[in-house]
């Protein structure tokens, strides 16, 4: 599905140069869940914008289904982002003018191979899906921390990306909401949808297939839990 | 799509209503002073834009360079120079003499003082008025003929089907055209008979038509030498001119000098020995050009000044600026809280490109609400504009596609200006770094915005810094020393239509009635100086002449006048010379500025004598006083060299000065004016009247210019106050952590306010060059102005800092003031 190859990331202001990311080999394949661990600034979230497309690399190889993309450009990054991947947010990152039935359909907005009917009826598949439905009227400050991740994840498979990225979707969620987010995430991987998740959550790494552990930019362990 | 994204921008503006509110107030306010000016600058250049085949039509017009004087630039043309250039040079196919001239038209035993334009036979086919009844190469054939308006059919006769019927014309005598005993002169009339009728024109002309006649009529009061002789004089004489096509304005005004310098001898005119054409310099200035020209003397009607379009348009695009820079500001400082939304569109797949049209929807969206409520603005503030300006403006939508698709256009454009920067800015937000900072990235170059609101600053105080001067201007000429006293003046005109001896009389009447202080008659009076004599003088034994006014007047009028006497004495009835009727050996007055012409002191000017040569006759007058200048022209105009005389059959004006009961005075000026006969036209009138006559269009466009100036600065202080609400929440956590470092809330506000006042400093930097430039060529409109010096530059400065600081201050208070926990979770 993806490979990373010595891929590194080197943030610089005028002053200091920080390595965000050092020389990482990372293969991932379809289909998998991968949960990546690591203490506060050890390069989690820079790994997985770098895999979702948002950031480039600042050295090494980026290879997403059999193509190199590090020196793609920002369109045909987009292109290739919109049809592949779904993001989860830990603070849901919902719009808040919009409301639940718009802030879904807002992931296949600029979709034009789906026209408006079958945008609609996905939306709604979506929502049902989610157990929000109900909620389609409702703005985003209406409904609880577990409703709005649940829309989040809504919003994320409504595209029917192949690749789920989840940046902690259950640190701000109560643990019995935390499990029921994890339930719907096995549920989509065993429906084929990869997942890379970065997590604090020991127990809810443990639904990975794999672990990666990062520390300071750099992979120092990879727990394989499974086959796939 | 399309709909998602009105949505979400109805959505913020509801969700954000102060910043919503800033932008919509302010550019509806700004469409409105826009759309003013457009519709009335587009007013003011639709004049004569309405009649046909005026492509080769000009008017000629003279402007005398009388050496040791400013040129005297008159909108009229002498009328031997007309008829002349008519006849002599071929690529004129046409000319039409216009003179309008105030007379007593009576019909169905009713008198009227009308207007009467009197015109060259040829003038409808010269001129395309539109007639409703008469072909134009007929109507004015015959003699007795005369054209009424539409309006003044109905006036004279109560109904339009006037053709055949017939009226009496009279008044208006020229000075020497009757014996000064020759009563039956004075009171003649001439029957003429209505030959068509000319469909009422539309405000926006040049033209006075209300009754045209033939100047081949017996009515027509100028006399005949004047038309032949009167080579120097502009006389009331519009010329206009038909070039045959393809002619070069050029050439015609290189033959018009020909004709001049063969026909006029200046040298007999005290100039000495040069061209009369460097003296009599004309031009042609296209027909439909008239109403753009300033500056010139005699005109029918008011003109415009270009410049003063200019301004008013300037001011449009400086008040759209304004509100436009709020938009930009307030939308790129608030990128940031929509930068979790921009994120997301990016991750959903947006290309930038449908991102900038998303944003230029949003703002296309909030100046088209702004458009609408500005023409609601504007429906309702249009009569009263339309009452100020003394000029029906006018907005019908569904008759003016045109000017609504210009104006929608036009705000299209402005939406897209606005909105140009803002998507930029927005478009260009990273979304992995979006989201990391929890939707509140920092956005858009505060640079950009720094610079902004300093140019929003700069065109504030540059506004303001014009608007204080040109106040200061108005009210520097209006109460300046203007060398006479006006105040309880009564002017009565006309009286040119009374035999001398009645003139004489009727002064005599009014000066021993009730409330009256005293009387003068004199052949000009100040603020209507139009018939003013300027003739050529030279001191005796010198070699040198100058160029003089000079006004005839009874002993009585510089007394009258409250003038002040310098040196020597005053005219009166017991010197004989003071009053006799010859020229030869005359006592005479003459102002201080004639003395210094003559290189004499006031005392030393008494008892020389001066010859006047423009007769080519010498005759010698005798200065026996030096009265201090008086301005009798109004704003624009220096003292000139005059000299006062007696001479009785000049006088066109009598003054009547009111002391105790005015009520009595006016009543006995009232009925001893009924007395007469009702044809002779004779009108009284307040000199203070006449006097704010002269400064109404001044301080209209004064007042015009600080109502705009003052939109401009509220809308401006409108987006300062968004932007400081803005800031203010921005560093709500900044001012937490400097309160719990121990700042006080002075040190705060102190920090705030001088966060405020860089920008503010700058402006002036940038504003008070500008302003001084234009100012400083606007005064030299004035002869008398006030010094441009730094108090209204520093003025305005310190009141946009004020206004800054207020703005800011509230809030600011209130923000410091909140408990340092608050502001630290704030984030």
């Known amino acids: 599905m993806l490979s990373l190859k010595h891929l590194s990331k080197v943030y610089r202001t005028t002053e200091v140069e920080t390595t965000a990311l050092r020389a990482v080999d990372l293969e991932i394949g379809g289909g998998e869940f991968v949960a990546v661990m690591g203490p506060s600034g050890c390069g989690k979230s820079t790994l997985l914008n770098i895999v979702g497309m948002l950031d480039s690399p600042s050295s090494g190889e980026y290879w997403f289904a059999g193509h190199e993309i590090a020196g793609w450009s920002e369109g045909q990054l987009s292109e290739l982002r919109k049809n592949s991947v779904g993001f989860i947010f830990q603070s849901f990152n919902l719009v808040d003018e919009l409301n639940v039935f718009e802030n879904v359909e807002l992931a296949l907005l600029y979709h034009k191979d789906v026209s408006t009917r079958d945008r609609k009826a996905r939306v709604r598949e979506a929502l049902e899906r989610m157990k929000v439905a109900h909620r389609s009227k409702h703005r985003p400050q209406q409904l609880s921390g577990g409703q709005q991740q649940r829309v989040a994840i809504a919003r994320a498979v409504v595209s029917r990306p192949k690749l789920l990225l989840a940046d902690e979707p259950t640190g701000n969620l109560d643990s019995a909401t935390g499990e029921e987010v994890m339930q719907l995430l096995t549920e989509l991987n065993g429906e084929g949808t990869t997942i890379v998740m970065v997590t604090h959550s020991r127990p809810h790494a443990e639904y990975a297939h794999r672990i990666v552990d990062l520390l300071d930019g750099a992979i120092v362990t990879e727990k394989v839990r499974m086959a796939v | ?827």
């Open chain 2, 1 to 827: 799509m399309w709909r998602h994204y009105l949505i979400m921008a109805a959505r913020s503006l509801v969700k954000h209503k102060l910043y919503g509110f800033i932008n919509v107030a302010g550019l509806s306010v700004a469409l409105t002073c826009a759309i003013l000016i457009a519709i009335f600058v587009r007013d003011q250049l639709s004049y004569d834009s309405w009649l046909p085949d005026t492509a080769n039509l000009y008017r000629l017009e003279v402007t005398f360079h009388i050496p040791g004087q400013p040129p005297f630039p008159l909108a009229l043309c002498p009328f031997p120079v007309l008829t002349a250039a008519g006849s002599q040079i071929p690529a004129i196919r046409a000319v039409a003499h216009v003179v309008p001239e105030p007379m007593t038209v009576s019909a169905g035993g009713r008198v009227f003082h009308e207007q009467v334009t009197i015109v060259d036979p040829n003038f409808f086919q010269v001129i395309r008025l539109p007639l409703v009844a008469g072909r134009p190469a007929q109507v004015l054939e015959q003699h007795d003929s005369i054209v009424l308006s539409q309006t003044m059919a109905r006036k004279l006769f109560g109904g339009a089907d006037v053709i055949g019927r017939t009226l009496r014309i009279g008044g208006d005598i020229w000075p020497d055209a009757c014996k000064p005993d020759d009563a039956a002169c004075f009171s003649k009339s001439h029957t003429l008979v209505v030959t068509g009728v000319l469909r009422d024109l539309p405000h926006n002309t040049q033209l006075v038509a209300d009754l045209v006649m033939p100047n081949t009529s017996q009515a027509d009061p100028m006399p005949e030498v004047d038309k032949q002789q009167g080579w120097t004089s502009g006389n009331g004489v519009s010329g206009y001119v038909e070039l045959a096509p393809g002619a070069n304005p050029r050439d015609v005004l290189s033959a018009v000098a020909r004709i001049v310098d063969r026909s006029v001898d200046e040298g007999k005119m005290g100039m000495g020995d040069v061209p009369a054409s460097s003296i009599d310099e004309f031009h042609l200035t296209p027909f439909r050009d008239v109403h753009l020209t300033s500056g010139k003397i005699g005109n029918m009607r008011p003109t415009v000044s270009p410049a003063w379009l200019a301004g008013l348009t300037a001011i449009g695009f400086l008040i759209v600026l304004v509100a436009c820079i709020n938009f930009m500001n307030l939308t790129t400082a608030r990128a940031g809280l929509r930068a979790r939304e921009i994120a997301l569109r990016r991750m959903a797949g947006a290309h930038r490109r449908q991102l900038v049209s998303q944003f230029l929807l949003e703002a296309a969206a909030t100046v088209l609400v702004s458009l609408v409520i500005a023409l609601s603005l504007l429906e309702s503030l249009l009569p009263l504009v339309d009452r100020f300006l003394g000029v029906p403006l006018g907005l019908s939508y569904l008759g003016d596609g045109k000017l609504l698709a210009s104006i929608v256009a036009g705000t299209m454009l402005i939406g897209l200006s606005c909105g140009l920067y803002p998507a930029w800015v927005l478009s260009r937000l990273r979304p992995a770094a979006a989201l990391r900072t929890g939707g509140s990235a920092q956005t858009g170059s505060g640079l950009v915005r720094a610079a902004l609101v300093v140019g929003q600053f700069a065109v504030s105080i540059a506004l303001g810094v014009a608007v204080l001067v040109v106040f200061r201007q108005i009210q520097f000429a209006h109460g300046r020393d203007w060398g006479f006293e006006r105040s309880d003046m009564v002017v009565i005109r006309g009286i040119e239509n009374l035999p001398i001896q009645t003139r004489e009389s009727l002064a005599t009447i009014l000066k021993a009635g009730p409330g009256v202080a005293g009387t003068a008659l004199s052949t000009v009076v100040p603020f209507d100086t139009d018939a003013v004599r300027n003739d050529v003088v030279r001191l005796e034994g010198a070699a040198g002449s100058i160029a003089t006014e000079i006004i005839d007047i009874t002993p009585s009028f510089p007394s009258l006048y409250g003038m002040r006497l310098l040196a020597g004495r005053l005219l009166s009835k017991s010197y004989g010379n003071d009053v006799s009727a010859g020229w030869s050996d005359k006592n005479i007055l003459i102002n201080l500025e004639m003395a210094h012409r003559l290189g004499l002191s006031p005392q030393g000017a008494v008892g020389r004598r001066i010859d006047v040569e423009g007769s080519g006759m010498a005759m010698p007058l005798k200065i026996v006083g030096v009265l201090s200048d008086a301005m009798f022209d109004g704003v624009r105009s220096e003292a000139r060299p005059a000299l006062f005389m007696v001479d009785p059959a000049r006088y066109l004006r009598l003054s009547v000065r009111l002391q105790g009961d005015r009520s009595a005075a006016l009543s006995l000026i009232d009925h001893t004016l009924r007395s007469l006969p009702p044809n002779t036209g004779v009108t009284r009138y307040f000199m203070s009247d006449a006097f704010n006559g002269l400064f109404q269009e001044d301080r209209r466009q004064g007042e015009m210019f600080a109502a705009f100036v003052v939109i401009a600065i509220v809308i401006a202080c409108l987006g300062l106050f968004g932007l400081a609400v803005f800031t203010a929440e921005r560093r709500t956590k900044e001012i937490g952590i400097r309160k719990i470092s121990g700042a006080r809330l002075p040190d705060i506000v102190r920090l705030m306010l001088w966060r405020i006042s860089a920008p503010v400093l700058a402006a002036n930097v940038v504003a008070w060059p500008a302003a001084y430039w234009y100012l400083h060529r606007w005064l030299q409109g004035y002869p008398f102005r006030i010094a441009l010096g730094p108090s209204y530059f520093l003025a305005a400065g310190a009141a946009a800092l004020a206004i800054a600081w207020a703005t800011v201050y509230i809030h600011t208070v209130r923000l410091a003031r909140t408990s340092p926990v608050h502001a630290l979770r704030s984030e």
